[in-house]
């Protein structure tokens, strides 16, 4: 069956004036083992987590950096793609639009990666974001950040930076009627059960 393990969970830190802290600020990586022998991984986080990935992937045994075929981005911004340069046998996919990721190859359209795997775009927080929907167990999307944090959902708040306020809106009603279970940029895995009848 498909699996889905964090390698490291994402973290938002603030100074205090609201500005975002670089160093103490990444986005949560994925690794997602589709029942057909894929390996995935999705985001990659900043730089400085790198240890963190590789403890991540001697825990879970049996599959190594190199294994890994596709690195799916959410979005081009530094906290998501720091450590591409770890899976040297991956292709790196991203959507059009926002900033310019070397070596990845710009979707325009949304894409089945893998059976159960599927990009698909939710634009708002920049033109190119996207979350990574897998049918495993449970629906989850993977979502960067789209959904930055749990709270966002909660509390139906687009993310604070946003290109298009109306269009992340509707991509996090995307999400929570599809999920589950959500993987948000920077927080924790949560169930949608408690708050889908937000977004009816």
């Not at 393990?5 to 986005?27: F, Y």
């Not at 310019?100 to 795997?117: C, I, N, T």
């Not at 927080?125 to 960067?144: L, M």
């Amino acid at each position: 069956m498909t699996s889905i393990d964090i390698l490291v969970i994402g973290h938002l830190e603030r100074d205090a004036g609201g500005a975002i802290v670089p160093s103490g600020t990444w986005s949560t990586s994925a690794l997602i083992r589709t029942d057909d022998g894929r390996n995935i991984v999705v985001d990659t986080s900043q730089d400085y987590m790198r240890a963190g990935i590789r403890t991540a992937f001697r825990q879970i045994g049996g599959v190594f950096p190199e294994d890994v075929d596709t690195v799916i981005l959410t979005h081009g911004h530094p906290d998501h793609i720091g450590n591409n340069g770890m899976f040297p046998n991956a292709e790196v996919v991203k959507f059009s639009g926002g900033e310019d990721v070397p070596g990845a190859e710009v979707l325009e359209g949304e894409k089945e990666m893998a059976r159960g795997v599927r990009f698909v775009r939710t634009p708002g927080h920049t033109e190119d974001s996207g979350s990574v929907f897998v049918d495993a167990d449970r629906h989850y999307a993977i979502t960067g950040d789209a959904v930055p944090l749990r709270g966002n959902l909660e509390k139906k708040k687009v993310p604070a930076l946003n290109c298009d306020a109306e269009q992340a809106m509707a991509s996090m009603g995307r999400i929570v009627r599809y999920a589950d279970v959500v993987v948000p940029g920077h927080d924790a895995p949560f169930p949608t059960a408690p708050i889908k009848r937000l977004y009816k």
